[in-house]
Protein backbone atom coordinates (compact mmCIF):
# COMPACT_ATOMS: atom_id res chain seq x y z
CA UNK A 1 0.00 0.00 0.00
CA UNK A 2 1.20 3.78 -0.35
CA UNK A 3 -0.39 6.68 0.48
CA UNK A 4 0.63 9.91 -1.97
CA UNK A 5 -0.39 13.83 -1.55
CA UNK A 6 0.10 15.59 -4.30
CA UNK A 7 0.48 19.52 -3.88
CA UNK A 8 -2.36 19.21 -0.77
CA UNK A 9 -3.62 22.73 0.43
CA UNK A 10 -5.83 23.05 3.30
CA UNK A 11 -7.03 26.74 3.94
CA UNK A 12 -9.69 27.91 6.03
CA UNK A 13 -10.97 31.35 5.68
CA UNK A 14 -7.76 33.63 6.07
CA UNK A 15 -5.76 30.74 7.58
CA UNK A 16 -3.50 28.76 5.55
CA UNK A 17 -3.54 24.95 7.72
CA UNK A 18 -1.08 23.20 4.64
CA UNK A 19 0.80 24.86 2.27
CA UNK A 20 1.11 22.98 -1.11
CA UNK A 21 2.60 19.22 0.37
CA UNK A 22 4.08 16.73 -1.79
CA UNK A 23 5.43 13.34 0.08
CA UNK A 24 4.52 9.30 -0.43
CA UNK A 25 4.12 6.95 2.48
CA UNK A 26 5.13 3.49 1.59
CA UNK A 27 3.85 0.44 3.24
CA UNK A 28 6.41 -0.73 6.47
CA UNK A 29 7.83 2.96 7.36
CA UNK A 30 7.89 5.09 9.86
CA UNK A 31 7.81 8.76 9.21
CA UNK A 32 7.72 11.27 11.85
CA UNK A 33 6.01 14.69 11.34
CA UNK A 34 8.28 16.99 13.43
CA UNK A 35 7.45 20.76 14.22
CA UNK A 36 6.01 23.18 16.70
CA UNK A 37 2.52 23.25 17.73
CA UNK A 38 0.80 24.99 14.84
CA UNK A 39 2.73 23.78 12.24
CA UNK A 40 0.36 21.79 10.35
CA UNK A 41 1.23 18.42 12.00
CA UNK A 42 -2.42 17.38 12.43
CA UNK A 43 -4.39 18.88 9.96
CA UNK A 44 -2.04 16.78 7.82
CA UNK A 45 -3.10 13.85 9.73
CA UNK A 46 -6.43 14.55 9.80
CA UNK A 47 -5.99 15.40 5.10
CA UNK A 48 -4.05 11.72 5.18
CA UNK A 49 -7.10 9.76 6.52
CA UNK A 50 -9.86 11.40 5.36
CA UNK A 51 -11.32 13.12 8.29
CA UNK A 52 -10.62 16.85 6.30
CA UNK A 53 -10.84 17.21 2.56
CA UNK A 54 -8.06 19.57 0.98
CA UNK A 55 -8.71 23.04 -0.37
CA UNK A 56 -6.71 22.24 -2.97
CA UNK A 57 -4.83 18.72 -4.48
CA UNK A 58 -5.29 15.49 -4.50
CA UNK A 59 -4.50 12.51 -1.74
CA UNK A 60 -3.96 8.72 -3.54
CA UNK A 61 -4.00 5.20 -1.92
CA UNK A 62 -2.59 2.49 -4.23
CA UNK A 63 -2.71 4.95 -7.01
CA UNK A 64 -6.88 6.03 -6.53
CA UNK A 65 -7.58 9.16 -6.01
CA UNK A 66 -9.26 8.86 -2.62
CA UNK A 67 -9.68 12.75 -1.74
CA UNK A 68 -13.05 13.46 -0.19
CA UNK A 69 -13.76 9.84 0.79
CA UNK A 70 -15.04 9.80 4.43
CA UNK A 71 -12.73 8.15 6.76
CA UNK A 72 -15.04 5.34 7.51
CA UNK A 73 -14.55 4.22 4.04
CA UNK A 74 -10.82 4.37 4.53
CA UNK A 75 -8.05 1.89 6.30
CA UNK A 76 -7.19 4.27 9.01
CA UNK A 77 -6.68 4.55 12.76
CA UNK A 78 -5.77 7.23 14.76
CA UNK A 79 -3.99 7.93 18.53
CA UNK A 80 -4.17 11.10 19.96
CA UNK A 81 -2.83 12.64 23.35
CA UNK A 82 -5.79 11.78 25.27
CA UNK A 83 -6.59 8.55 27.26
CA UNK A 84 -9.53 7.79 24.75
CA UNK A 85 -10.27 4.46 26.13
CA UNK A 86 -14.17 3.23 27.17
CA UNK A 87 -13.97 3.61 30.72
CA UNK A 88 -16.89 0.41 31.68
CA UNK A 89 -15.38 -1.98 29.59
CA UNK A 90 -12.51 -3.99 30.19
CA UNK A 91 -9.32 -3.78 28.33
CA UNK A 92 -9.77 -6.84 26.45
CA UNK A 93 -13.28 -5.04 25.40
CA UNK A 94 -11.19 -1.71 24.78
CA UNK A 95 -9.23 -3.72 22.13
CA UNK A 96 -11.82 -5.50 21.08
CA UNK A 97 -14.45 -3.05 19.94
CA UNK A 98 -13.17 -2.18 16.45
CA UNK A 99 -13.71 -6.06 15.86
CA UNK A 100 -16.75 -6.13 17.00
CA UNK A 101 -18.06 -3.45 14.91
CA UNK A 102 -16.92 -5.45 11.88
CA UNK A 103 -18.52 -8.21 13.52
CA UNK A 104 -15.85 -10.46 13.76
CA UNK A 105 -16.25 -14.27 14.98
CA UNK A 106 -15.41 -14.48 18.65
CA UNK A 107 -12.33 -17.01 17.83
CA UNK A 108 -10.98 -14.48 15.73
CA UNK A 109 -11.28 -11.45 18.31
CA UNK A 110 -10.14 -13.57 20.56
CA UNK A 111 -6.93 -14.47 19.07
CA UNK A 112 -6.05 -11.39 17.65
CA UNK A 113 -7.13 -9.31 20.99
CA UNK A 114 -4.43 -11.23 22.74
CA UNK A 115 -1.69 -11.54 19.97
CA UNK A 116 -1.76 -7.75 19.90
CA UNK A 117 -1.62 -7.21 24.03
CA UNK A 118 1.14 -9.48 23.90
CA UNK A 119 2.59 -7.36 21.86
CA UNK A 120 1.56 -4.63 24.18
CA UNK A 121 2.56 -6.09 27.03
CA UNK A 122 -0.83 -5.71 28.34
CA UNK A 123 -1.43 -9.46 28.68
CA UNK A 124 -2.03 -9.44 32.61
CA UNK A 125 -4.22 -6.23 32.64
CA UNK A 126 -7.10 -7.75 29.71
CA UNK A 127 -9.97 -8.25 33.00
CA UNK A 128 -9.40 -4.50 34.66
CA UNK A 129 -10.83 -1.32 33.62
CA UNK A 130 -8.79 1.87 32.41
CA UNK A 131 -9.40 3.67 35.42
CA UNK A 132 -7.42 0.72 37.28
CA UNK A 133 -4.06 1.04 34.90
CA UNK A 134 -1.18 3.75 35.12
CA UNK A 135 -1.49 6.50 31.94
CA UNK A 136 1.04 4.57 30.09
CA UNK A 137 -1.02 1.25 29.95
CA UNK A 138 -3.96 3.33 28.95
CA UNK A 139 -2.29 4.82 26.26
CA UNK A 140 -0.70 1.18 25.15
CA UNK A 141 -4.55 0.35 25.19
CA UNK A 142 -5.49 2.73 22.98
CA UNK A 143 -2.64 1.69 20.51
CA UNK A 144 -3.66 -1.84 20.76
CA UNK A 145 -7.10 -0.48 19.73
CA UNK A 146 -5.60 1.19 16.89
CA UNK A 147 -3.31 -1.71 15.85
CA UNK A 148 -5.90 -4.66 15.97
CA UNK A 149 -7.79 -2.82 14.00
CA UNK A 150 -5.23 -3.73 11.24
CA UNK A 151 -5.59 -0.61 9.08
CA UNK A 152 -2.77 -0.30 6.73
CA UNK A 153 -2.60 3.64 7.56
CA UNK A 154 -1.88 4.22 11.44
CA UNK A 155 -1.67 7.74 12.67
CA UNK A 156 -0.24 8.92 16.07
CA UNK A 157 -0.62 12.51 16.98
CA UNK A 158 1.64 12.83 19.77
CA UNK A 159 0.55 9.85 21.86
CA UNK A 160 3.11 10.34 24.69
CA UNK A 161 2.61 13.99 25.06
CA UNK A 162 0.46 13.49 28.49
CA UNK A 163 2.86 11.15 30.47
CA UNK A 164 5.35 11.77 32.29
CA UNK A 165 8.76 11.42 31.67
CA UNK A 166 9.38 7.33 32.91
CA UNK A 167 6.33 6.23 30.63
CA UNK A 168 7.73 8.50 27.89
CA UNK A 169 11.26 7.00 27.96
CA UNK A 170 9.64 3.79 28.01
CA UNK A 171 7.21 3.24 25.81
CA UNK A 172 9.44 5.43 22.90
CA UNK A 173 12.14 2.98 23.19
CA UNK A 174 9.12 0.49 22.89
CA UNK A 175 7.58 1.83 19.97
CA UNK A 176 10.05 1.38 17.04
CA UNK A 177 9.68 -2.73 17.71
CA UNK A 178 5.58 -2.30 17.68
CA UNK A 179 5.73 -0.24 14.48
CA UNK A 180 7.98 -3.12 12.63
CA UNK A 181 6.27 -6.11 13.52
CA UNK A 182 2.92 -4.39 12.10
CA UNK A 183 3.60 -3.67 8.77
CA UNK A 184 1.47 -0.72 8.52
CA UNK A 185 2.26 2.50 7.72
CA UNK A 186 2.89 5.44 10.57
CA UNK A 187 2.73 8.71 10.91
CA UNK A 188 3.69 9.94 14.28
CA UNK A 189 3.50 13.46 15.37
CA UNK A 190 6.09 15.20 17.50
CA UNK A 191 7.34 18.50 18.89
CA UNK A 192 10.40 16.85 20.12
CA UNK A 193 13.49 16.30 18.57
CA UNK A 194 14.67 13.66 20.46
CA UNK A 195 11.93 11.85 19.68
CA UNK A 196 12.31 11.88 16.11
CA UNK A 197 15.88 11.05 16.62
CA UNK A 198 14.75 8.30 19.05
CA UNK A 199 12.08 6.86 16.80
CA UNK A 200 14.62 6.68 13.57
CA UNK A 201 12.31 6.22 10.24
CA UNK A 202 11.94 8.84 8.07
CA UNK A 203 11.11 12.68 8.92
CA UNK A 204 9.51 15.93 7.37
CA UNK A 205 9.84 18.88 9.40
CA UNK A 206 6.86 21.23 9.49
CA UNK A 207 6.48 24.63 9.93
CA UNK A 208 3.95 27.14 8.97
CA UNK A 209 2.01 24.50 7.12
CA UNK A 210 4.87 23.34 4.84
CA UNK A 211 6.77 20.40 4.93
CA UNK A 212 10.35 21.75 4.60
CA UNK A 213 12.82 18.72 4.02
CA UNK A 214 11.71 15.08 3.87
CA UNK A 215 14.14 12.18 4.61
CA UNK A 216 15.75 10.41 6.49
CA UNK A 217 15.87 11.35 10.07
CA UNK A 218 19.53 10.86 10.50
CA UNK A 219 20.37 12.53 7.24
CA UNK A 220 17.67 15.35 8.28
CA UNK A 221 19.54 15.81 11.07
CA UNK A 222 22.94 15.89 9.77
CA UNK A 223 21.98 18.06 6.31
CA UNK A 224 19.43 20.69 7.74
CA UNK A 225 18.79 22.12 3.96
CA UNK A 226 17.89 24.98 5.74
CA UNK A 227 18.42 27.16 8.87
CA UNK A 228 14.86 26.58 9.95
CA UNK A 229 15.19 23.18 9.36
CA UNK A 230 18.28 22.91 11.44
CA UNK A 231 16.03 25.15 14.15
CA UNK A 232 13.32 22.85 13.91
CA UNK A 233 15.95 19.29 14.57
CA UNK A 234 17.99 21.02 18.13
CA UNK A 235 16.46 20.72 21.11
CA UNK A 236 17.95 23.03 23.28
CA UNK A 237 17.66 25.49 20.41
CA UNK A 238 20.13 26.05 18.03
CA UNK A 239 22.54 28.63 18.83
CA UNK A 240 22.87 31.60 15.85
CA UNK A 241 25.70 34.18 14.94
CA UNK A 242 26.18 36.12 12.10
CA UNK A 243 29.66 36.40 10.82
CA UNK A 244 31.41 37.38 7.36
CA UNK A 245 34.23 36.00 5.65
CA UNK A 246 36.77 38.64 4.18
CA UNK A 247 40.96 37.68 3.07
CA UNK A 248 41.27 34.46 4.89
CA UNK A 249 39.62 36.08 8.07
CA UNK A 250 36.09 35.63 9.85
CA UNK A 251 34.57 38.71 11.69
CA UNK A 252 31.78 37.55 13.91
CA UNK A 253 28.95 39.97 14.68
CA UNK A 254 29.82 41.66 18.27
CA UNK A 255 32.93 42.00 17.36
CA UNK A 256 34.97 38.53 17.86
CA UNK A 257 37.34 37.17 14.80
CA UNK A 258 39.62 34.24 13.88
CA UNK A 259 41.31 32.80 10.92
CA UNK A 260 38.57 31.24 8.07
CA UNK A 261 40.11 27.47 8.97
CA UNK A 262 38.31 24.35 9.07
CA UNK A 263 34.84 24.73 7.00
CA UNK A 264 35.28 28.46 6.62
CA UNK A 265 38.46 27.76 4.34
CA UNK A 266 36.33 26.86 1.14
CA UNK A 267 33.87 29.42 1.30
CA UNK A 268 33.53 32.28 -0.81
CA UNK A 269 34.21 35.66 0.82
CA UNK A 270 30.78 37.23 1.66
CA UNK A 271 28.40 37.37 5.08
CA UNK A 272 27.03 33.46 6.28
CA UNK A 273 24.70 32.96 8.92
CA UNK A 274 26.43 30.26 11.57
CA UNK A 275 24.12 27.46 13.47
CA UNK A 276 25.55 25.20 15.83
CA UNK A 277 23.72 22.76 18.40
CA UNK A 278 24.18 22.95 22.34
CA UNK A 279 26.58 19.95 22.20
CA UNK A 280 28.74 21.80 19.01
CA UNK A 281 29.68 24.57 21.82
CA UNK A 282 32.08 24.16 24.43
CA UNK A 283 33.27 26.51 27.80
CA UNK A 284 36.76 26.83 28.19
CA UNK A 285 38.21 23.87 27.17
CA UNK A 286 41.26 25.70 25.39
CA UNK A 287 41.76 23.61 21.81
CA UNK A 288 43.90 24.35 19.66
CA UNK A 289 42.11 26.26 16.24
CA UNK A 290 38.84 26.61 18.04
CA UNK A 291 37.30 30.13 17.73
CA UNK A 292 37.01 31.70 21.14
CA UNK A 293 33.92 34.02 22.22
CA UNK A 294 34.14 35.40 25.28
CA UNK A 295 30.99 35.49 27.04
CA UNK A 296 29.40 35.36 30.85
CA UNK A 297 27.29 32.46 32.57
CA UNK A 298 23.61 33.02 33.04
CA UNK A 299 22.29 29.88 34.39
CA UNK A 300 23.80 26.09 35.36
CA UNK A 301 21.47 23.53 35.36
CA UNK A 302 22.48 19.76 35.93
CA UNK A 303 20.21 16.93 34.62
CA UNK A 304 21.78 13.74 35.77
CA UNK A 305 25.67 13.47 34.10
CA UNK A 306 25.15 16.35 31.54
CA UNK A 307 25.63 20.16 32.73
CA UNK A 308 23.67 22.67 30.69
CA UNK A 309 24.93 26.43 30.67
CA UNK A 310 23.55 29.03 29.88
CA UNK A 311 25.49 32.14 28.46
CA UNK A 312 24.93 35.43 27.23
CA UNK A 313 27.26 37.19 24.72
CA UNK A 314 26.59 40.63 23.41
CA UNK A 315 23.06 40.31 24.16
CA UNK A 316 22.33 36.84 22.27
CA UNK A 317 21.64 33.53 24.37
CA UNK A 318 23.37 30.52 23.84
CA UNK A 319 23.52 27.04 25.42
CA UNK A 320 26.26 24.52 26.02
CA UNK A 321 25.98 21.34 26.71
CA UNK A 322 28.40 19.64 28.81
CA UNK A 323 29.44 16.09 29.70
CA UNK A 324 29.27 15.33 33.46
CA UNK A 325 28.97 17.53 36.36
CA UNK A 326 29.82 21.25 36.39
CA UNK A 327 29.13 24.07 38.83
CA UNK A 328 29.07 27.98 37.01
CA UNK A 329 28.58 30.80 38.90
CA UNK A 330 25.60 33.30 37.41
CA UNK A 331 27.67 36.64 36.42
CA UNK A 332 30.98 34.44 35.74
CA UNK A 333 33.15 35.22 32.81
CA UNK A 334 34.24 32.21 30.50
CA UNK A 335 35.38 31.68 27.28
CA UNK A 336 32.87 29.91 24.59
CA UNK A 337 34.93 28.18 22.11
CA UNK A 338 33.58 26.32 18.67
CA UNK A 339 35.33 23.62 16.51
CA UNK A 340 35.46 25.58 12.66
CA UNK A 341 34.53 22.00 11.84
CA UNK A 342 32.02 20.92 13.86
CA UNK A 343 28.90 23.84 12.64
CA UNK A 344 26.11 24.63 10.05
CA UNK A 345 26.81 27.93 7.19
CA UNK A 346 24.00 29.06 6.09
CA UNK A 347 23.95 31.91 3.25
CA UNK A 348 21.77 35.11 4.29
CA UNK A 349 18.64 33.45 2.04
CA UNK A 350 19.05 30.16 5.52
CA UNK A 351 20.38 27.84 2.87
CA UNK A 352 22.95 25.22 3.61
CA UNK A 353 26.54 25.64 2.37
CA UNK A 354 28.40 23.57 4.77
CA UNK A 355 27.78 21.20 7.51
CA UNK A 356 30.57 18.57 9.44
CA UNK A 357 31.68 16.26 8.05
CA UNK A 358 31.37 13.33 9.48
CA UNK A 359 27.58 13.71 10.11
Known amino acids: MTVELRDVSSVRGAEVHLSDISLSLERGTLNVLLGPTLSGKTSLMRAMAGLDAPTTGRVLVDGRDVTGIDVRKRSVAMVYQQF ?15 LRVQRRPNEEIDRRVRETARLLRLEPYLGRTPLALSGGQQQRTAIARALVKGADLVLLDEPLANLDYKLREELRAELPRIFEISGAIFVYATTEPSEALLLGGRTICMSEGRALQIGDTPTVYHRPETLRVAELFSDPPLNTVAMEKR ?3 VAYHGGDSAPANGLYAALPDGPYNIGFRAHQLAVANGATGHHVFPATVALTEIAGSESFVHLQRNGTNWVAVLPGVH ?8 EATLDPDDLFIFDPEGRLVAAPRGG
Do not use: K, M
Open 84 to 98: INYPSLTIFENIASP
Open 327 to 334: EFPPGQAV
Open 247 to 249: NGA
